[in-house]
């Protein structure tokens, strides 16, 4: 995720990182080559006039644009449901720690339960982002029951299974009342059906097709609009192809990009951070001094 406070609007005009050029830059250098070739040939195929002119293009830009903006409205749609998801799973996790905290009985193996909702974070994260292992529960979870994650398929889940039966185990002992045991399982369960609906994102991407219709339309639309442009703007033919290509180009890279919100480019969910403000919230509440929080790098980028 790209964080940064909005510079000046001048400056905004020449900002390089965040602009996505250099996604598309192999594009429009094409299209660049493509317009020039048209201009250089005065709008001629093979010596035959090609009988275009703009109005066409107007009809058909139109289409595209309301194509384009349902294409990134959907995206978008997947990257916020994804982070209300996030922001669902760290108000759960606050709460499941306060009630562990302050009503089950001395006695009980508090810090392994509040470290263990805060392990859940982290093996979502790693499910979502595809990482292997178990990075970041080294110091979160006991370490037998650590090292039986080890190859699991779904650790996230087994971690909710862990924590159900500490719940059982302290009701059983007396130590937790069976209404409040009630109302935890209540949050364990709001904290696996925000992981099912991750896991619906992540599992369920747009259709191919959908995404083959656009670039194919985006890509036909550039390189027929100099034969329509040529003979209105002659030279400046390649400069305004250009302007509409990079912004056909570069939202079908925005939308590209957080289709998938989980993943580690500039501009998907900044997962760590917020599992590290998970924790960081957690140990808080045991009364420990947690790890400065991950900042944004030089490019501006929290991951």
Known sequence: ?????????????????????????????????????????????????????????????????????????????????????????????????????????????L??????????????????????????????????????????????????????????????????EPILAHAMERNLDELSLAMGGCERILGTPLPFTYSVILHRSSYLYCVLLPFGLVDAIGLMTPLIVCFVSYTFFALEALSDEIEDPFGRAPNDLALDAIVAGIEASLREMLGETPAPLPKPDANYILS
């Open 1 to 109: 995720m790209i964080v940064r406070a909005r510079p000046h609007w001048l400056y905004l005009l020449f900002v390089r990182r965040g602009s996505l050029v250099h996604l598309i830059l192999q594009q429009q250098l094409f299209v660049f080559a493509v317009a020039c070739a048209v201009v250089a040939a005065h709008g001629q195929l093979l010596h035959w006039k090609v009988p275009l002119n703009a109005s066409p293009f107007s009809l058909i830009g139109i289409a595209l644009a309301i194509f384009f903006g349902f294409r990134i409205n959907v995206s978008y749609d997947r990257y916020w449901e994804a982070r209300k998801l996030w922001g669902s799973i760290l108000v759960e996790s606050r709460n499941l720690a306060r009630k562990a905290s302050t009503c089950v009985a001395p006695g009980s193996g």
């Open 111 to 176: 810090r392994p339960f509040v470290l263990g909702i805060a392990a859940f974070a982290a093996a979502l994260r790693n499910q979502l982002r595809g990482d292997p292992g178990l990075n970041g529960l080294g110091d979160l979870l006991p370490r037998d029951f650590a090292a039986s994650l080890a190859g699991a398929r779904n650790p996230a889940n087994l971690i909710l299974l862990w924590l159900g039966q500490r719940l059982a185990e302290e009701r059983a002992a007396g130590r937790l």
